[in-house]
């Protein structure tokens, strides 16, 4: 079957405009959740989106937010650029809530987003 | 927040060595994963655990969770030059959701 497809795969944007990504997860998981990541940082969790509704959040500022959509498919979006944004933003899918046991995620690709 | 300690942060090896790499943390985690990610991809999930003294292999992968719920190690016997990659331990910790380790970059030399 279909992994997680996020696009675009790369991108390029200037300080202070907005950028929205985009991921679709494994047909049939109702979970997305997102990621950002960094040399210096590492994998940090941004947040998770099940059957539409945001239901954990990790410690990032409010420029960073998402949405999920009936399909399961899920867009983040990031206002007013940083070049500190400047990362690695992966999404991963999962049928049931990250917290639950035995529940996996599995990544896509993600997308190199640059702020210049 | 939790957060995850792996070591080493570096490896380099001759291929058929085996190797060993670790994650632990002052926090009790309920779960605990290990992924590999290649140049340019997404992590994959190689391995996960679910109870405290648990060993899962995975073919010349072995994992263990450990008793304590605070460590977990990954260990990788006769390697080969496509185990090259970032190795990352993560963890599920109820109150910060999934918490994921620095990474071990394992080289291979020739």
């Known amino acids: 079957k279909a992994g997680v497809t996020q696009t675009p795969r790369y991108l390029i944007k200037t300080r202070g405009q907005q950028v929205t990504l985009s991921c679709s997860p494994i047909s049939g998981h109702r979970s997305v959740s997102w990621y950002q990541q960094t040399p210096g940082q590492g994998l940090q969790f941004l947040f998770e989106y099940f059957s539409e509704t945001q239901r954990n959040k990790g410690n990032f500022p409010g420029r960073f937010s998402g949405r999920q959509f009936s399909n399961s498919r899920s867009e983040m979006n990031v206002s007013t650029l940083e070049l500190g944004d400047s990362a690695l933003y992966l999404c991963a899918s999962s049928f049931g809530l990250l917290v639950e046991v035995n529940t996996e995620a599995f990544f896509g690709q993600g997308t190199r987003l640059t702020v210049v | 927040g939790q957060q995850l300690n792996q070591s080493p942060q570096s490896m380099f090896i001759q291929e058929g060595e085996d190797v060993s790499m670790n994650c632990t943390s002052s926090?009790?985690?309920?779960?605990w994963l290990w992924y590999k990610q290649d140049p340019g991809e997404g992590p994959v999930l190689l391995i996960a655990l679910y109870k405290a003294g648990e060993l899962t292999s995975n073919g010349r992968l072995t994992a263990q969770f450990g008793i304590t719920r605070k460590d977990s190690f990954l260990n990788i016997s006769a390697s080969i030059p496509s185990d090259v990659g970032i190795y990352f331990c993560a963890g599920d910790h109820r109150d910060d959701k999934i918490i994921f380790g620095k990474g071990t970059r394992l080289h291979i030399l020739p």
């Open positions: 926090s009790i985690f309920n779960t």
